[in-house]
Nanobody
Framework: QVHLVESGGGLVQAGGSLRLSCVAS????????MGWFRQAPGKEREFVAG????????DYADSVKGRFTISRANAKNTVALQMDSLKPEDAAVYYC?????????????????WGQGTQVTVSS
């Protein structure tokens, strides 16, 4: 069982930046593919970014490409999401996800483990 704890959400003005972090425990972090999803009220959970465990390849939703950066620090069991140039439409609850598959899936049904979520609010 993998336990994920997110932090770093909050309120930011449009154009600003936030950095989300997720700490994982329960399984060797180095064999987990990690990802971030988000869910706005009334909308389905959507893929934001993912990073696999070998060799650390990344994937991004088109809506965030060039603005968001996912990274992982295996020694700290941590995955981060740096969010720059935030837009009001980025506002949502952001969830950290983990999976033992060796590749990133954009389908949230494919992910095994989830954090509790952290709220990101972007004011216009």
């Amino acid at each position: 069982q993998v336990h994920l704890v997110e932090s770093g959400g909050g309120l930011v003005q449009a154009g600003g930046s936030l950095r989300l972090s997720c700490v994982a425990s329960g399984l060797p972090f180095g064999v987990l593919t990690m990802g971030w999803f988000r869910q706005a009220p009334g909308k389905e959970r959507e893929f934001v970014a993912g990073i696999d465990w070998n060799p650390g390849s990344t994937d991004y939703a088109d809506s965030v490409k060039g603005r968001f950066t996912i990274s992982r620090a295996n020694a700290k069991n941590t995955v981060a999401l740096q969010m720059d140039s935030l837009k009001p439409e980025d506002a949502a609850v952001y969830y950290c996800a983990a999976d033992r598959s060796p590749w990133v899936s954009r389908n949230h049904y494919r992910w095994e483990y989830w954090g509790q979520g952290t709220q990101v609010t972007v004011s216009s």
